[in-house]
């Protein structure tokens, strides 16, 4: 069994494919970091799985991840979250020189009142390891990484500030996504289902595809709203909820919204 992760060691995809690995009795040398964020989708095999994130505490969804799901048919086996510590880091010691900051996206903009009040510019990079690794090979004093502590180790570099993100408990969410061939045994119980659904256009429709769910007595844990691929503003929703296919309450719910709506994908349940 092999894991892929996005881009560097030590990037947030690769810790939080270290939290499942022993569960899974992996070896370290099958833990493999990737460039291609898209390719990875049509790598996985009934003999891998898939370290991606999907939403953050502070930034929110990463949808361009949650549109995959209506392409390729995958199935998601756990969610992991992991509390996000982003450390400001740079091969020299005087913070007062740093004026560039290098980052994934998503890092820069879970950190965006540390780098204003320093009066940084935020430069958007392929993943927080990979912008540490570049950090590393240059000998400019005025550049930094945001990345973990372990890719500051990894690369040598000087952390010169802990904790700089701008929510105190940041956490992001990664799904751990598999081809629905693999018949992989975890220990974790499955008890959230994750729908995505588009309504009819009719008044009160979204609100009588709620009450499904309320009159069954279902915990909703996520609604969103994401734009159609079909039709220009019409939207889909995305739901996620408490649960587990085959519970009685959970069948009726899906019957009364199946009703309601145009189309639905049970994307999984993890």
């Not at 969804?61 to 995958?74: C, P, V």
């Not at 408990?169 to 018949?183: D, S």
């Not at 009450?211 to 069954?216: I, L, Q």
């Not at 519970?247 to 639905?264: C, I, P, Q, R, S």
């Amino acid at each position: 069994m092999k894991i892929f992760f996005q881009w560097e060691k030590w990037a947030y995809s690769h810790i939080a494919s270290k939290i499942i690995w022993k569960e899974l009795d992996i070896q370290d040398e099958n833990i493999i970091g990737l460039g291609n964020f898209s390719k990875v989708w049509e790598m996985i095999d009934d003999n891998s799985i898939w370290v991606l994130p999907i939403e953050n505490s502070y930034a929110g969804s990463i949808h361009e991840n949650m549109y995959k799901f209506l392409r390729f048919d995958h199935k998601v086996i756990w969610e992991v979250n992991l509390d996000i510590r982003h450390c400001l880091m740079s091969k020299w010691n005087d913070i007062s020189k740093i004026k560039k900051v290098y980052s994934h996206q998503q890092a820069l903009s879970q950190c965006y009142n540390f780098l204003s009040e320093h009066s940084m510019d935020a430069i958007s990079y392929f993943d927080t390891a990979t912008a540490a690794k570049m950090v590393s090979e240059n000998d400019d004093e005025s550049i930094a990484a945001i990345a973990s502590s372990e890719a500051a180790k990894l690369y040598g570099l000087n952390v010169l500030k802990e904790w700089i993100q701008d929510q105190i408990g940041n956490t992001t969410r990664f799904f751990i996504v598999a081809n629905k061939k693999n018949n992989i045994k975890l220990t974790q119980k499955s008890d959230k289902i994750t729908i995505i659904f588009e309504a009819h256009n009719i008044p009160a429709s979204l609100y009588k595809c709620l009450w499904a769910f309320a009159t069954n007595n279902l915990n909703l844990s996520k609604i969103e709203s994401l734009p159609s691929l079909k039709d220009p503003f019409s939207y889909m929703f995305w739901l996620d909820f408490k649960g587990k296919l085959g519970d009685t309450k959970v069948e009726n719910a899906l019957k009364e919204l199946k009703f309601f709506t145009k189309d639905y994908f049970i994307i999984w349940e993890y």
